[in-house]
């Protein structure tokens, strides 16, 4: 059976850099707070009618397949990851096709798994690998989310963490023995699902929305901070242990974790349980923020850009978040 091997790794930022201290002209918020509490000093804010979820994606993804030393036409399927599709449908992995000209009708699926998106389309995009069925396949992580919350005082739970972004890995099947994805844990719990959602516009009521929505904030996202704090410091741990196990791996066989950049305090408290020291444990949080589903490929790309990913290292990924869902993935680099 082939494994998959990443060839290939790409980011995208959107320009424009926004401050702990621009938010605190907006609400009532202080760069002590948010560093204190997530870790973050700035993010990225997208620019309309420049940025979109799909050209993000695509220009990570153009970076990844050329770091790969491919051509678009190598692609044979598209598994892209958001919560936040340019269009409520079709998916954005379908949109990548007016961005970059693959020369074929290849496959693309959207991934609906949050912050855990990114596992769960590498997880996907591994299985095809396996089976022989796709050979080269493009994995996307993309998210313009700094427009679903509200900056003000009503959104300043939620609207100081999250940030605009896009990274990309190009998976190619390969045939040399131990290295590549070794495996992958895929985890949901969707009786938590209220405690980390955004409702509408949803299919639950006869109007998808309406002008009392706006006032009411029900368009709003909802987080109980605490209790995904809570769940996100067990649940990252046991998914790493899961998969080390299944590979008779030791936590002190890992190189470099590379978590989902959820907020700096459970990265470090993942890191501390884990026993892992500083070194080994990627955060960028402080440059972007929270990029959900885009957040592991841009860490992956930065850490790889720095040196830090080297032939032969364990690297492991995991993620945890809305759904809940959660997951890992164990790579030999
Ligand atoms: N600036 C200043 N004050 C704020 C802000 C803000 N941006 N947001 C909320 N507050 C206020 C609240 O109104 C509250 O005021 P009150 O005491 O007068 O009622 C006070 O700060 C404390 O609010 P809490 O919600 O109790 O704040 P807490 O200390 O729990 O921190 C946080 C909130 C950072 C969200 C924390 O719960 C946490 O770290 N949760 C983990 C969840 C997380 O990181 N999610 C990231 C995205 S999800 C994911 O990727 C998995």
Redesign the pocket.
């Known amino acids: 059976m082939p494994a998959s091997k990443i060839i290939g790794v790409g980011m995208y930022l959107p320009e424009e850099v926004v401050t702990n201290d621009d938010?605190t002209k907006l609400?009532?918020?202080?760069d002590q707070?948010?560093q204190e509490?997530?870790g973050i000093k700035e993010r990225r804010f997208f620019k309309e009618g420049v940025d979109t979820v799909s050209s993000m994606g695509a220009k990570a993804s153009l970076m990844a397949i050329e770091r790969a030393g491919k051509k678009p036409e190598d692609i044979d399927f598209i598994v892209f990851a958001t919560l936040s599709a340019d269009y409520c449908f079709p998916g954005s992995g379908a949109l990548m096709q007016q961005h970059i000209d693959f020369k074929r009708n290849i496959g693309a699926l959207d991934i609906r798994a949050?912050?855990a998106g990114f596992i769960y389309a590498l997880s996907v995009a591994d299985q095809y690998i396996k089976t022989g069925m796709y050979k080269t396949i493009l994995v996307v992580g993309s998210e313009v989310q700094t427009n679903v919350f509200e900056l003000s005082?009503r959104g300043?739970?939620?609207?100081?963490?999250?940030g605009d972004g896009a990274g990309a890995v190009v998976l190619e099947a390969s045939e040399e023995t131990g290295k590549g994805i070794l495996t992958t844990k895929l985890h949901t719990d969707g009786r938590s699902a209220e405690e980390?959602y955004l409702e509408h516009p949803g299919s639950r009521r006869k109007q998808r929305f309406n002008p009392t929505m706006i006032e009411t904030g029900e368009l709003l996202p909802h987080?109980?901070?605490?209790?995904?704090?809570i769940n996100?410091v067990k649940y990252f741990p046991e998914v790493i242990r899961e998969a080390l196990a299944d590979q008779n791996l030791k936590e002190e066989d890992i190189s470099l974790l590379v978590p989902?950049?959820?907020?700096a305090?459970?990265t470090v408290a993942v890191g501390k349980e884990l026993n892992l020291p500083d070194e080994k444990v990627v955060s960028n949080i402080h440059k972007y923020g929270?990029t959900?589903a885009a957040?592991i490929p841009i860490a992956l790309c930065e850490a790889w850009q720095d040196g830090r990913v080297k032939e032969g290292d364990l690297i492991a990924l995991a993620?945890?978040?809305?759904g809940?869902m959660w997951g890992s993935a164990l790579i030999r680099w």
């Open positions: 938010l609400m009532d918020t202080s707070w948010i509490r997530t949050q912050c005082n300043r739970d939620m609207s100081v963490i999250f980390l987080m109980n901070g605490k209790h995904v704090f996100a989902h950049q959820a907020n305090r459970i929270n959900t957040s993620a945890f978040g809305s809940f």
